[in-house]
């Protein structure tokens, strides 16, 4: 069945018609609406088209056969140095202290630094040639360094904003001003759900120090709302609500929901409504959640091998003090592992979130920290995927809103303190892994003190059309329209990196 | 002369539908090919984008929304079209090429027409390939309603232009719905609340025969019309409790803004004022608190003041979401898309985008004192109170202190923490040599002045003219740092002229926004409260009525009503109050099998609709049939509790729960914060506030189920409708189940529906009388004797509260 382009929400008159005539339904949709309706004793063609609206808790063909089936995207807020942990710098060492040329200070502007007396700082941090393909990563990151061979660095980013939330805005959905559906939503939308018992789009938060923007990177915008991530906690009742209340046992809830879907059949009867068949599936799917969540949460079937892997047990180290606060590293290794124990399950988008990575000051003490909490259990989580057959069709991201400065951060104008670096949009690296990408490769270059993109620049808009490419969606005709207007997760840009490809 | 016999059918059927119809014949019902219905649309859609109003994405010279161009030759020498000469016809080659390199749209764009589309354009253009003006700027010319011979169904004109369309599809109205439906949906629709039992009862047995219309007035007299409709105003406003973006801090008096629109909808405040006091209420002259409250309106824009922004970049973000929502709420245009270049679909070019902005680029944020009632009269007694004393005090300083007493005041005025050090010294040094009751008589003195009464802290969040007006500059591609050409306020042209003076201001703009001659702004307005009345509008697409969007379905029912809401002084109520009286409006809205494959989403209104209850009512449907609803209106916003990592995961972590009444009241009183909603209204497709949203999603989600199911809140309102219910005066279970059915669904129960209930009420009983750990967590405090039953029927209220009945308007 082919889809053609553009948007999948409820069309115009005359298209909705149009669809119909030529099976707007995909098959799977039809024939689990079909067997449904049966049991009502209600043929499929009784019904109002509005059932053609597509099921969000249905898979949906992609526009071309996805290499990612899944994606797992690790955002680390408040934006990883390059210089520290990705893109060797040499030169950058051996400048450490001088000014930058005044042609490069000219027409840019810092969230913090005072450009006048700003100087660049090199890095304590030793790189290493991880790998068969010898690909350089700091020593901060051995554990993501012995995956290598399976990782796309791509050390050519660069984006517009050089605050958090509107860098992330940007990163997450598209757009620096709020309101935007995010990546995830977008995939979810474009994709439907593979799981019956589990959300489509599921977001792990590790809080540190709160996200900017709170839920807007896993907002569905203007989308409606199934397509939110829905946010799991680690510990305790993942989702809000998925508890029965006191006094309500599984047989009481059963019960409940039995005599709710009867009604419901009743009165399907009379106003032969299609919306509540929808809802029928709703509360089934919602009870099947109801005992598919607590398991997944419940680690109890893992390896002791498992969970010391992704570092569960870890003692975490002390540190004086730190941005994202303490605490943190049992919570994010466990959310590494609930991303692949949500993927195995079929769960499309998994987004993995923690605050925060912003060292404006202490950035050596602070990254060594962060790293130590992610390397790990980031790296387990590539190689149990990898063992588990399910790499080759998931993607798996390391992402942030931008990088940080070449310069060391002098905000009180003083050179006697500077322990940080400010806020840098013009170069930074992410990864990629997994699900259809080329494996021990780095792409583009920035110039010799990781200033600017000097070869293969990626935009945040290319990166994004490079994922939907990756999941089957092309980025161009993914759309939905609102307030009068289709809309991309790209906007109106947007190039495919096809050298991300395998 | 012959005809054959059925074509002549045809004919005599096509005249006794014109003559029926008078002049008033629907566009899209008129054979051949009509431009603004079937042209334009695939025009906009495949080659406005680099054929069309933006002249800087436009290729070859080519622009085909104007006939002058679009029949001349280019520069190719080709001419792409030519009347009457579909073969001459440059277009119709390309579009139908099969050479890749020629073919149009491009072939990297993955569209191309179909032969069906092909055909349209080669019958249009063979036809003599007529332009006109695209429908909705038109002006708007009052349409007669059609004279038809109805079987007594034509209540008023709206049915007529109704019936006129059934009649041509050969389709019948639906019939009336039965009362208790009719009164459930008006209460909804008018309240946002479920009606009490005793107004059912009372309806039905209302046998006068003006019952229903009293009915409506009753409603719309009812104050809480002013927070349903008013929670319709906000979601265009994109009102929020917070900022929004990083540190999303609390707007502590957001409300009174909130509080304003309720009050305007409540006093019916024309919609011309309405839309003048939010959009240039301080301009009005001598402008009250009030007026300029309404411009709050305004003030919705999300806020960015996290540290290292430039201010500048996102005070200007906000003017344009401001222009965007004049230009999604009243003209039903998406102006946002000429921020950055000109728009590909609509005539709006980029400089017009920036003339909007100019109009609100002079406005100026400012917070002003907008004391409740009472606050300021409390203050100016404490005041009077506080000076009187303040006088004694100096005076018997004066006394005391004769030549040094200025000095010393002027000294002990100052704050203790703020003094300088000479006087510091000047008062050691007077009060050194006092003796006792001069010092105590000093600190007295410097107590008193630490107590001064501060003004009411209740603020307004308004916008005022600038004394030095700001120049106004197209950006660039959108970009604030690329400043073009410098642009003066002015209003698109492709719309009547504005009137105005040397320099056109806000309130010149409001004035022209609700200008008669303007064509938008009442038909976007009078589609607005359609949809609210029939799940969707006339223009399917309520926030676009360009080129982009969709023809009305009933082009001349949507001009009649704009017309009469002109008419009727701009009348919120008295235009809805002519659309509930319709028999259109009242029939009922069961899908109707016939029509299924016909007009599946209902274009053709030969049904009521049915949809579900937006957020807010979901829980104020829950509350009232509880009985827990606190029905107070207005006032600061309340924070049900919810669990802390809600908010936890932002900057902004605050929540201090609410207690008492304040826990029941209505969903559309939830302080709003941007970055962690509360979840059950999102859950439940409540806007996100970010920017204007003239249509809600309505989904339909496990996570809705999970709410309805477990949400302490929905919980507690099963617990006490259970307990109500168990309570009850009346003694049987069927009787006591009809109290339930009316309470919650506002009918009684059909025999197969008690009957099932019956059965999961018995099994719950026996269930909880085995298990009372079970029955005591759930039923609470009741005598070991009635704790199994008190279960159940919490149990069985439950069930009700999570029927899709219970969530629908039927």
């Known amino acids: 069945m082919t889809r053609h382009a553009q948007s999948l929400q409820p069309s115009p008159t005359s298209l909705m018609r149009r669809r119909f005539l030529t099976g707007g339904l995909t098959g799977a949709s039809a024939a689990v609406l079909a067997s449904l309706l049966e049991q009502d004793g209600i043929r499929a063609s009784d019904l109002p088209q509005s059932v053609g609206r597509h099921d969000p808790t249905l898979p949906r063909p992609a526009h071309f056969a996805p290499k990612a089936k899944r994606i797992i995207y690790i955002y680390l807020e408040g934006g990883p140095s390059q210089m520290d942990l990705f893109d060797p710098k040499p030169e950058l060492n051996r400048l450490d202290g001088q000014p930058l040329p005044d042609s490069l200070l000219a027409n840019v502007r810092f969230a913090f630094i005072k450009k006048e007396s700003a100087r660049l700082m090199g890095t304590p941090r030793r790189f290493v040639r991880y790998g068969q393909c010898g690909m350089e990563m700091s020593d901060l990151l051995p554990h993501i360094g012995s995956c290598a061979d399976d990782l796309c660095l791509i050390r050519s980013m660069h984006t517009d904003q050089f605050n958090h939330l509107p860098g992330q805005l940007l990163m997450n959905t598209g757009s620096a001003v709020a309101g935007r559906p995010s990546l995830g939503s977008w995939l979810a939308y474009g994709l439907g759900s593979e799981s019956r018992d589990l959300p489509a789009f599921v977001t792990l938060v590790t809080v540190g120090r709160g996200i900017p923007g709170g839920s807007a990177s896993w907002s569905s915008g203007f989308l409606p709302s199934t397509y939110s991530g829905t946010q799991f906690r680690s510990t305790g009742a993942p989702v809000l609500n998925l508890d029965n209340p006191n006094g309500i046992d599984a047989m009481t809830q059963r019960a409940s929901i039995d005599a709710v879907n009867d009604l419901n059949r009743l009165h399907l009867n009379e106003v032969r409504d299609a919306e509540l068949i929808g809802r029928i599936n709703a509360y089934e799917l919602a009870f099947r959640m109801q005992s598919a969540a607590p398991e997944l949460t419940d680690l109890s079937g893992e390896t002791q091998e498992t969970l010391d892997a992704y570092g569960l047990n870890r003692t975490e180290p002390d540190i004086k003090s730190n941005l994202g606060g303490k605490g943190l590293f049992e919570p994010f290794a466990r959310n590494c592992l609930l991303a692949r124990r949500l993927v195995e399950r079929g769960v499309r988008v998994v987004g993995v979130f923690h605050s925060s990575w912003d060292h404006h000051s202490a950035l050596d003490v602070q990254l060594r920290h962060n790293c130590l909490m992610a390397d790990q259990p980031i790296a387990a989580l590539l190689k149990d995927l990898k063992s588990r057959g399910l790499l080759e069709d998931t993607l798996v991201v390391w992402n942030s809103e931008f990088g940080r400065t070449p310069l060391g951060e002098n905000r009180t104008g003083e050179n006697s303190r500077v322990t940080g670096r400010d806020h840098h949009p013009y170069a930074f690296s992410i990864w990629m892994a997994g699900g259809g990408v080329k494996g021990g490769q780095v792409i583009g270059e920035t110039d010799e003190i990781a200033w600017g993109v000097a070869r293969d620049p990626v935009h945040v808009h290319d990166l994004q059309a490079t994922i939907l490419q990756l999941c089957g969606l092309d980025h161009t005709r993914l759309t939905y329209r609102f307030q009068g207007r289709d809309f991309r997760l790209t906007d109106v840009h947007g190039h495919v990196v096809q050298q991300v490809f395998s | ?810």
């Open chain 2, 1 to 810: 002369m012959s005809f054959p016999r059925q074509s002549f059918h045809a004919v005599w059927l096509l005249c006794l539908l014109l003559s029926a119809a008078g002049m008033t014949v629907q566009a899209d019902e008129s054979p051949g090919v009509d431009f603004s219905r079937d042209v334009r649309p695939l025009l906009s859609q495949y080659c406005y984008a680099c054929h069309g109003p933006d002249e800087g994405s436009r290729q070859a010279g080519l622009r085909l929304d104007r006939a002058d161009v679009a029949m001349s030759v280019l520069e190719s020498g080709q001419t792409a079209i030519v009347p009457g000469q579909p073969q001459s016809s440059e277009l119709l080659a390309r579009v139908s090429s099969p050479d890749p390199d020629l073919q149009m749209p491009p072939t990297s764009t993955g569209h191309s027409l179909s032969a069906e589309q092909q055909n349209v354009l080669r019958k249009w253009i063979e036809s003599g390939a007529k332009f006109d003006d695209h429908w909705s700027f038109r002006p708007i010319v009052a349409p007669v309603p059609p004279p038809l011979n109805d079987s007594g169904w034509i209540r008023n004109p709206i049915d007529a232009f109704v019936l006129a369309k059934l009649q041509h599809e050969g389709v019948q109205p639906s019939p009336e719905a039965d009362r208790s439906t009719l009164l459930r949906r008006l209460s909804l629709d008018l309240l946002g609340l479920p009606p009490q039992p005793a107004e059912v009862t009372g309806f039905l047995s209302d046998n006068s025969p003006d019952a229903y219309e009293r009915l409506v007035d009753r409603l719309l007299a009812s104050p809480h019309f002013g927070e349903r409709w008013g929670r319709h105003w906000l979601d265009l406003a994109h009102y929020a409790d917070s900022d929004g973006y990083l540190g999303d801090t609390f707007r502590d008096y957001a409300w009174l803004y909130r509080d304003w629109v309720i009050d305007a909808v409540n006093r019916d405040l024309p919609f011309d004022q309405f839309t003048i006091q939010q959009l240039a209420g301080d301009l009005l002259p001598n402008a009250t608190v009030k007026e300029k409250t309404a411009t709050g309106f305004l003030r919705n824009t999300m806020r960015n003041t996290e540290a290292g922004v430039d201010l500048e970049e996102y005070r200007l973000k906000e003017i344009v979401d401001r222009v965007s929502t004049v230009g999604v709420g009243w003209l039903g245009l998406s102006l946002g898309c000429a921020e950055c270049h000109s728009h590909k679909f609509d005539p709006i070019s980029q400089r017009e985008f920036y003339q909007l902005f100019a109009f609100f680029n002079d406005a100026d944020d400012v917070d002003i004192h907008a004391p409740l009632p009472g606050e300021l009269e409390t203050y100016q007694s404490r005041l009077a109170a506080w000076t009187a004393d303040q006088s004694r005090l100096q005076m018997e300083l004066t006394k005391v202190f004769a030549s040094d007493s200025d000095a010393l005041r002027t000294a002990l005025n100052v704050d203790t923490k703020k003094r300088s050090a000479e006087q510091k010294t000047l008062i050691e040094s007077l009060l050194k040599n006092a003796d006792e009751a001069a010092s105590q008589l000093a600190s007295e003195y410097e107590r008193h002045v630490g107590q001064k009464p501060t003004p009411p802290a209740t603020k307004a969040m308004t916008v005022a003219r600038r004394e030095a007006p700001r120049t106004s500059w197209i950006h660039v591609r959108g970009d604030y740092r690329n400043r073009g050409e410098d642009v003066r306020p002015g209003t698109p042209s492709v719309l009547p002229p504005l009137v105005a003076g040397e320099s056109p201001h806000r309130l010149d703009l409001a004035r022209w926004l609700v200008d008669p001659q303007n064509p938008l702004t009442p038909r976007v307005t009078v589609n607005h409260m359609w949809k609210h009345l029939f799940g969707r509008g006339l223009v399917a697409t309520v926030d676009n009525f360009g080129s982009g969007g969709e023809a009305p379905s009933h082009p001349e029912l949507l001009d009649w009503l704009a017309i009469e809401f002109m008419n009727r002084g701009w009348s919120r109520k008295a235009l809805i109050r002519l659309i509930l009286t319709s028999s259109t409006y009242r029939q009922t809205s069961a899908v109707r099998e016939e029509l299924i494959s016909r007009d599946p989403l209902n274009v053709w209104l030969a049904r009521q609709s049915r949809f579900r209850l937006e957020a807010e009512n979901v829980r104020d449907a829950a509350l009232a049939a509880s009985g827990l609803l606190n029905r107070s209106i207005g006032g600061p916003g309340i924070r049900p509790p919810q669990p802390d990592y809600v908010a936890s995961i932002s900057r902004n972590t605050e929540w201090k729960v609410s207690t008492g009444p304040d826990l029941y009241r209505r969903g559309m009183y939830i302080v709003f914060r941007r970055a962690t909603p509360y979840p059950m209204l999102l859950t439940f497709d409540a806007p996100d506030s970010t920017v204007a949203c003239t249509a809600r999603e309505r989904s339909n989600s496990p996570l809705q189920a999970l709410t309805l199911l477990n949400d302490p809140v929905f919980l507690e309102c099963a617990a006490a409708l259970g307990t109500a219910l168990h309570n009850s005066q009346h003694s049987t279970f069927d009787e006591r189940l009809t109290e339930a059915f009316l309470r919650t669904v506002g009918r009684v129960p059909q025999p197969a529906e008690a009957l099932r209930l019956n059965r999961f009420f018995q099994d719950r009983w026996q269930q909880f009388a085995a298990d009372s750990q079970a029955a005591r967590e759930l039923a609470g405090d009741v005598s070991e004797a009635n704790l199994a039953e008190r279960a159940a029927w919490i149990a069985t209220a439950r069930v009700l509260m999570n029927l899709d009945e219970f969530i629908n308007r039927e």
